[in-house]
Every structure is written in structure tokens, then in C-alpha cells.
């Protein structure tokens, strides 16, 4: 059942998007289930959730799973699959389950560089629930970062987002810091009075910290017009433009035409002075950048990614890209959200999309 049948994921710290097509790019089926980062589940649980995905996907595409490989290439694009060692173990215990005659297993930043440009050569940022980006040269080089946290330097995403703006709730509440909406936004999100309330929630326990990623579209919406929301959206920019110079000084690209991809749900928002703080001061740093929000999703690029390896045309490849695009906003119509920025709740298959041979005929 392998031959011209490919295998895509798209596994994030929220969500994880699998589909299956066909090498002429036809979408057989698309399911969005919870986050599969091996970061946060370990090896066994994110291959668990991936598992349980396949076998959603294989049923809607009407193949029968019976030990074989379904697909000729998989490419499986995880968040949490930050260190070399860790991409090949993952891609080693993957192997052994023979999802795929031919198995590509990477970090989801190479999803969005796969997206967002022409043939995946270039520098893709995703910042979603966290920060990551990418940089790949025409002759092959590439550069990553380890995206462990803090203890490696990052900063930026939704949760970060979400907890600096109760920080800044908290100090304009006791006037250590300066006055800003958020101190109101912040508790009224949670149902709480006061920030020192949420604050006092989440250390008992009441209140999961993880959920602070729901203040994200807050902090990006008031950025407009609150001082202190627009110097946290301000920050997340230069965190933006860092990784992209780093990238570029690095690859020795700097003052080439290059291909910049922003991906992820914050980016995606196109909250006004998030991406014209990132394009003004990219630009000033290399003028010959192109540089772009990716209007196609990161399962998309999973994708592509297999089909490259295939040798998919242009044909295949816009053909692809249209019914995959398709196929993940029905599924995003019928997901459960969290947040106006797409990160979906933890637990269960929250959406579904089928557009292959059992429905196209």
C-alpha cells in the first residue's frame, strides 16, 4: 500500500497535524489531535499520540494497516525533537514500526522553512506556543538552536507572552512597575479580581500555568494601544530579528538575498507592530531579505518535504499545497480552540478532514 503514498506530520507543543496523500499531491485524509513533542511526553508518549493519529488517518483514507509501511516516505516534523540525538533516536524507534519504507524525522521549524519558501532554502522562525528557528544554504549547511528554554537563552512564544503579561498585571497592581490595561485583562481572562489573585491561583495549584498561553492574543491585541503590552510585543521582535541575524552571520549569508518564512500561530496573527518592528529592523540589517508571513500551514511543508524527496513536480507541489491548505482550515473550523492565536486544547482528537478516494472518488 506503501508505493506513491506519503506520510506528513506536523507535531507541535499545542497540536499535531498527520496526513496522508498521494506523490500527485491528492490529500487522502488530514487529523489534528494533541500536542506530540517528545520534550514534554518523552520518546514513547509522542510516538504514542503519532500512533494513535496514523491509525485515525489510515481508516479515513480507507487503508488497512497491517504491518506494512503505509507510505513510501514519511516526514515527521516534531517540536521537542531539538538535538541531533534526539532526532535519531526518534527516527530510530519510528523505523521499527514501519510506518514508512523511507523515514525523514526533523524539528517542526524545517516544516515552516518548507512552507514558506520556493524549495526550502533559506530562514524559517516559528513562534507559536514557543520560539525556534532554522536557517538552511543552497550548499546543504544548516543552522539550529537547541530551544530548550531558558537554560539555552530563549525567550519568545505564547507562554512567554502570557507570563510577562501577568508579570506586568502583577507590578502595575502593586506600583512597582507602570500602569497598563493588562492589570483588568489579565484577572477579568481568568475570572479572578486581581493579578495577585491569578498569581496566587497558579501557585496552588488551581489554575495549570501552561494556560498563560491564552493571554498571548491579549498582549498582541492591546499592543496598539497600551505602552506596556506594545514593550513586551516589541521584545518578542528583537527576539525575532536575533535568531534571523544569528542565522544569517552563522551561514555567512548576511548581505545576500535571502528567503525569510515567519510561521507559528503569533506570527500568523499579523498584529501590526510585531511584524513591521521584525521587517524594519531586518531590513536595515540586509535589504535584500525577503521576507514573509507563510500563508501556507506547517503541515504543509511536512509535506513538501516528503514530496521532495520523491521528486515531486510543480504540479504536485501546487496541487499539494491547495488541497492540504483546504483540508487544515476544515479542520480548524471543527477544532476546539484555546486562543485566537490556533493553539488547540491537550488531549483528544479535536478535528478531522478527509479528501480522498473515498470522498472524491
Known amino acids: 500500500m506503501s508505493d506513491g503514498i506519503l506520510l506528513a ?23 489534528r489531535g494533541p500536542l506530540s513533542s517528545p520534550h514534554h511526553l ?17 481508516r479515513d483514507a480507507g487503508i488497512t494497516l497491517n504491518g506494512t ?12 525533537a531539538d538535538l541531533p540525538e534526539e532526532e535519531a ?26 512552507a514558506g519558501t520556493d524549495i ?25 538552536f537547541p530551544a530548550l528554554g531558558q537554560i539555552t537563552g530563549d525567550w519568545g512564544g505564547g507562554y512567554d507572552l502570557g ?32 493579578p495577585q489573585a491569578v498569581g496566587e491561583a497558579i501557585h496552588g495549584g488551581q489554575i495549570n500555568v501552561q494556560r498563560l498561553m491564552e493571554l498571548a492574543p491579549m ?22 530579528v536575533a535568531m534571523v541575524r544569528a542565522v544569517l552571520l552563522r551561514l555567512e549569508l548576511l548581505n545576500e538575498p535571502v528567503q525569510v518564512a515567519l510561521g ?3 506570527l500568523r496573527s499579523r498584529t501590526p507592530l510585531l511584524l513591521e518592528t521584525i521587517e524594519r529592523d531586518l531590513l536595515a540589517l540586509d535589504p535584500q531579505l525577503e521576507i514573509h508571513v507563510t500563508t501556507s500551514r506547517p503541515i504543509v511543508g511536512a509535506a513538501l518535504y516528503a514530496l521532495d524527496r520523491l521528486g515531486g513536480g510543480p504540479e504536485a507541489q501546487a496541487r499539494l499545497r491547495r488541497e492540504l491548505d483546504a483540508a487544515a482550515e476544515k479542520v480548524e473550523l471543527t477544532a476546539v480552540p484555546l486562543s485566537a492565536i490556533g493553539i488547540t486544547v491537550n488531549g483528544g482528537v479535536h478535528g478531522r478532514a478527509s479528501s480522498g478516494r473515498n470522498d472524491n472518488g
Open 9 to 31: 506530520v506536523d507535531g507541535g507543543n499545542s497540536k499535531t497535524d498527520l496526513a496522508l496523500l498521494t506523490s500527485a499531491g491528492e490529500v487522502l485524509a488530514l487529523v
Open 42 to 58: 518523552g520518546l514513547d508518549g509522542a510516538i504514542d499520540v503519532l500512533e494513535h493519529l496514523l491509525a485515525d488517518a489510515a
Open 69 to 80: 509501511p503505509v507510505a513510501e516516505v514519511g516526514a515527521l516534523l516534531l517540536a521537542g
Open 89 to 114: 533516536e526518534l527516527e530510530r524507534r519510528i523505523e521499527q514500526r514501519a510506518w514508512a519504507t523511507t523515514t525523514l524525522v526533523g524539528n517542526d521549524t524545517m516544516a515552516v522553512l518548507r
Open 120 to 144: 526550502g532554502v533559506g530562514v524559517g522562525v516559528v513562534c507559536g506556543a514557543g520560539i525556534n528557528a532554522i536557517g538552511l544554504a543552497a550548499d546543504g549547511r544548516t543552522v539550529r
Open 163 to 194: 507570563l510577562s503579561s501577568l508579570s506586568a498585571a502583577a507590578r502595575s497592581e502593586d506600583r512597582r512597575g507602570p500602569r497598563t490595561v493588562l492589570e483588568q485583562l489579565v484577572p477579568q481572562h481568568f475570572g479572578l479580581a486581581t
Open 219 to 240: 498582549v498582541l491585541e492591546v499592543s496598539s494601544s497600551d505602552a506596556v503590552a506594545a514593550e513586551i510585543v516589541v521584545r518578542l521582535a528583537d527576539e525575532v
Open 264 to 266: 507559528g500561530g503569533i
